[in-house]
């Protein structure tokens, strides 16, 4: 098991920055990829960055790129979405899952994790135009 608490969500204006932080309970640096995903209101949810195990890689949504960084902190079990040029777009409620993934873990993206992946409870962002 592991638990995951999301924070550093808020209210922004577009152009802002805000830094996402995902704490887990345990170590999940070499075992777990970790991914944020995202959702807004009548909107499914969405792949915005994955993470390898061990800092492998990472994999960018499009609609992101080049604007949001994720990164591990493994000394304190956390995982941070740096997120700069924020758009109105990007309002949304932000989650950050855990899960095993194996050889597939960049597909989580597109796919989601599996049915066995761990989630948050999620941090809301809004950016204003």
């Known amino acids: 098991q592991v638990q995951l608490a999301e924070s550093g969500g808020g209210s922004v204006q577009a152009g802002g920055s805000l830094r996402l932080s995902c704490a887990a309970s345990?170590?999940?640096?070499?075992?777990?990829?970790m991914a944020w995903f995202r959702q807004a209101p009548g909107k499914g949810r969405e792949g915005v960055a994955v993470?390898?195990?061990?800092?492998?890689?990472?994999v960018y949504a499009d609609s992101v790129k080049g604007r949001f960084t994720i990164s591990q902190d493994n000394t304190k079990n956390t995982v941070h979405l740096q997120m700069n040029s924020l758009k109105a777009e990007d309002t949304a409620m932000y989650s950050c899952?855990?899960?095993?993934?194996?050889?597939?873990?960049?597909?989580?993206?597109?796919?989601?994790?599996?049915?066995?992946?761990?989630w948050g409870q999620g941090t809301q962002v809004t950016v204003s135009s």
């Open positions: 345990r170590s999940t640096y070499n075992i777990y990829y």
């Open positions: 993470i390898g195990p061990g800092d492998a890689a990472a």
């Open positions: 899952a855990a899960d095993l993934g194996g050889g597939n873990w960049c597909r989580a993206i597109f796919t989601g994790p599996s049915d066995t992946a761990f």
